[in-house]
């Protein structure tokens, strides 16, 4: 239970950062096999938007008030936002480039969350 909790704490923000500081840098930024790195910058935005959705999600439960649309909001979007993820971690093992492994940690570390918050609620 720790665990999944620091990994779904301390993975996504670190790994996304590092993630679009070589996806920046990276030259050139759609190589060969295309569709390969086309896979790889579709999972870095999807693993981006699944990020910001884990904000939108927690300012509008904190904002409803207490009872059993916010919990069932809560579960909900927690298990949208696991399956999210573990597709991403899935998609990130078939890109191709210098973004895919830390994609896969953060698409790893939002899954956690995910579930560290569904255990939770």
Known sequence: MIFIGLAGYLLPIPSLIWAWVRWLKSRP????????TIVAFSDLILVSAI??????VAFHANRMPEGNAKY????????LGFWAS???LILSFVGKGSVCTPVALASF???ALWVFRLLMY
Request: charged content about 15%; proline content about 4%; hydrophobic content about 55%.
């Open 29 to 36: 930024r759609f190589a060969t096999p295309k569709w390969r």
């Open 51 to 56: 990020g910001l959705s884990v904000l939108m």
């Open 72 to 79: 069932a909001f809560a579960v909900a979007s927690s298990r």
């Open 86 to 88: 573990a597709s991403a």
């Open 109 to 111: 570390g939002l899954a």
